[in-house]
């Protein structure tokens, strides 16, 4: 009964950067179990950025490894994106989603089952 709230999207040109936001309420989760996702037209839905089940370390999709910082602010309950030099391929709708606790210590980006609306980024030549 989590619910999920992302800001931050927008229009900007390539190798730009912006910080996406995503705050939970409802039923109380860790932050770590959250993650980033993303879907371009056209395209399966992808992982891009989460935490191990501790919270204490995050991966990353290769394709965004340097680039993308996943954070997140527990006493918040916000978890946030920071995206730099993004390219044209970056462009998507990014979701911010969340696994409840019997599936929040997975690897990877499996057993998510709660997502916000999604927010548009575009990256412009």
């Known amino acids: 009964q989590v619910q999920l709230v992302e800001s931050g999207g927008g229009s900007v040109q390539a190798g730009g950067s912006l910080r996406l936001s995503c705050a939970a309420s409802?039923?109380?989760?860790?932050?770590?179990?959250m993650a980033w996702f993303r879907q371009a037209p056209g395209k399966e839905r992808e992982g891009v950025a989460g935490?191990?089940?501790?919270?204490?370390?995050?991966y990353y999709a290769d394709s965004v490894k340097g680039r993308f910082t996943i954070s997140r602010d527990n006493d918040k309950n916000t978890l946030y994106l920071q995206m730099n030099s993004l390219k044209p391929e970056d462009t998507a709708m990014y979701y911010c989603?969340?696994?409840?606790?019997?599936?929040?210590?997975?690897?990877?980006?499996?057993?998510?089952?709660?997502w916000g609306q999604g927010t548009q980024v575009t990256v412009s030549s």
């Open positions: 935490f191990n089940s501790g919270g204490g370390s995050t």
């Open positions: 989603a969340a696994r409840p606790p019997r599936r929040c210590g997975y690897s990877g980006f499996n057993g998510y089952e709660y």
């Open positions: 409802g039923y109380t989760y860790s932050t770590a179990c």
